[in-house]
């Protein structure tokens, strides 16, 4: 079946620290990638997506490659901030599913210090 | 307005109660969702509903009931409530087919059983 792996958290970074999350998943078919993002007493929202191989999803200077090769789909951002501080999860979607259903990575503890 | 609401947002139950969590979302997607998400933050599928009928089903115990009276409402009832079914329940939806598109998430209802 499908599955997701993201690096271990907590996370703790210092503000304006490069942050790299890793994100490999396998999958039966093509699936479609993304990146969702929880802020403290939220629900989940997304963050950004990569439909195909080699495609990129960027929002809120955070980038993500679609990486078929090494089925690696790697959060980035050059320059957190306090305000990026939440837990992000990985997902992936299989195409053509009716379903619907999303396969969600365990997710990533991020506390940015000021 | 709220594309994903679900009520209450905060539930403190005694242990054997019944209780019920209600969604609905306006955005006229055909499928909804059930997640529980535990104290570590691992966020599991717990129901899905295309066009109100019943696609996925994880092991969940059958104390757990979900129903959909329309393509709109995604309800969740919970029969004799455990220690253990403390957690955030949060509902969402996507629209059918291709699995190119994100979930859409509740802000979540935060459940206490004592």
């Known amino acids: 079946g499908d599955s997701v792996t993201q690096m271990e958290g907590p996370v703790t970074l210092s503000e304006e620290a490069f942050l790299t999350i890793n994100c490999t998943y396998t999958a039966t078919g093509y699936p479609s990638l993304f990146w969702y993002v929880q802020y403290p007493g939220e629900g989940l929202q997304l963050l950004l997506k990569?439909?195909?191989?080699?495609d990129k999803g960027s929002n809120k200077g955070f980038e993500a490659t679609y990486r078929k090769e090494t089925t690696s789909f790697h959060l980035e951002k050059g320059s957190v901030q306090v305000s990026d501080s939440a837990v992000y999860f990985c997902a992936l979607n299989e195409r053509d599913t009716n379903a619907g259903k999303s396969t969600f990575g365990d997710g990533t503890t991020l506390t940015v210090k000021p | 307005d709220t594309a994903v609401s679900q009520t209450p947002k905060y539930l403190v139950t005694q242990m054997g109660n019944d209780k019920s969590i209600k969604c609905e979302q306006n955005l006229g997607h055909d499928t909804m969702y059930w997640y529980k998400q535990d104290s570590k933050k691992f966020l599991k599928i717990m129901f899905s509903?295309?066009?109100?009928?019943?696609?996925i089903n994880e092991t969940v115990p059958n104390r757990f009931s979900p129903k959909s009276p329309d393509k709109a409402h995604l309800n969740l009832h919970i029969n004799s409530l455990e220690l253990g079914d403390s957690a955030v329940y949060f509902c969402a939806s996507s629209p059918l087919g291709t699995g190119t598109t994100e979930a859409f998430f509740g802000q979540g209802t935060r459940l206490t059983v004592v």
């Open positions: 509903y295309n066009n109100k009928e019943l696609i």
């Open positions: 990569a439909t195909k191989a080699d």
